[in-house]
């Protein structure tokens, strides 16, 4: 019999298993188990001896669908010619009439199908459980291997301070520098060999957790009751995890310092304390403010502590200053914004739906056209990056392109990654953007009409150094869909995903670190981010698909450990 892949992929000529001609598979009965078309299912199969109670799907959920358990046919074990008709809470075991009579009559009996549907609960909560322990020991390894990576580089620096010092008195103390040489190097492999084997002892552990997460999978996929109430004890037991302990820190390599030409001050290796490989998030809600905005799509905070905020496609922005729970709104345009930045010297850069040239809106709430003009495409991201320079993402639909421009105060455009070293585009729509101290630029790239997207990673040059996607235990059963894009004090960058509701966090060279979901500290629909001058978090906030209210929510957040 044809499965339903190969009907959808086209590789096997498949008929109607009734007519057994070249009419079109629309249905299959999965009582019958066979293909029908359209035809021979209404005047055909009907005829059927109690067809009125088969079970009739479209073709296109045969994939989906799940053969129904039979818990009727099951033998009792103990009994021959028996059929288990309860399951004994107190045993955890199925019974049949005659174990009932003899054992478990004052037992606690519920039904099979109960008794699967609470086993199947437990071990999908396992199964939770164990996947999220394997997050968790996911991010300490990406941690580790940052701290690897650091670690390397202050090596370097330091090796490159030994040898450049050791040059100018190398005559006189060739030796000294070569015991400092092997004393570094003894101390880095030191190092790396306890974070390698934190690493080693996390990478098998994962193997095996990922092994036993399938195995769980395979029990709950059985469809086979008698099967899998053999397995479900030996599942549960897969559930209880142990994960391997890691050093909280690690010694670090020493730092040279230099002397003079006596071995007491040529320099010395002092140490430098420990590295920290622990990930400790925290956001507390600081201040909720009320609006009366469908959305808060973009924010851009001001060196008064007002704040910019726009609805977006709602067509409003306003200047607002916070009193109390709500926002005292100072000033405000009817104009459809899709992206915004504050100069440091407290003018507002806007980029308006179809404008080729940003707006600017001075100090003193004048709107004017700017020196900044993209043509022949769109600006639709603002990032500032000093008082002389900015970064603006831009797209032309009809043209298909997308580039992210770096201008200078004139409006002169300095840089414009567009393509890679293979002439292919870099982006299909550049939509969010920032940076980080290493000069790495981070951009929220929009690649589907369904706002699925991906966070690229460009070095100073233009090269790609890294592209985040999402992470496959967050977005398992959704795909990434990022919505704004911010650098935080500690140069560290966060993503928003505002359809799963979580804050994906960064390194600066786009590796995740940890998440955070809002919903746990009470914010439902994050839209939008932006860190304000005191090192503050806002997130601006949009209702649900559909609401017609004007009540979105701005919250102000104390963050740490990112």
Known sequence: MASSQSVKKGQVPVNCKLCETNRTIQWKCMDCSILMCGYCTDNVHSKFKNANDHKIISLRDVGKHREEMDFTNIKCPEHTGQFSCFYCSKCEILVCPTCVTKVHKKHHLIEISDAYNIKVNI????QSKMQKSNYKINAKKDQLNKLVSAENIKYNKEKRNIRSHEETVKEQV???FKELKNKLEQSHETVLTSVKSDLNAISLFTTQKEDKITEVQNCIDLSNASEFFKEVKKMEKFTETQEPRTRPSYTSSPTFVPGNLNQSHIGSLQDDGNLSAEINISLVINNKYQTELEAIACISPCLDQSIWISSGIHEMLQRVKPEGTNLKVMSEFNIKVCGMAVTPSNQLLLCVFGEARLQHISSSGELTDSVYDVTPLLPIAIHVISDNKLIVGAYNIKLKRSAVIIMNKKGDKETVYEHDKHNQPLFNNARYITTTCNRNIHVVDMISDDIRGKVVILEQEGHT??????????????????????????????????FTRILHILNDNGHLISYFNTKDIGIVFPYSLAINTTGQLYIGCTNYVGSQTKEAKLYEINIDGF
């Open 123 to 126: 071990l999908k909560k396992g």
């Open 465 to 498: 150094i890294n592209q985040y996607t999402g992470h496959p235990t967050i977005n398992k059963s959704e795909p990434f869909k990022p919505v704004d894009i911010v650098t935080t004090p500690s140069d560290n960058v966060v993503v928003i995903d505002a």
């Open 174 to 176: 060739e030796q000294y």
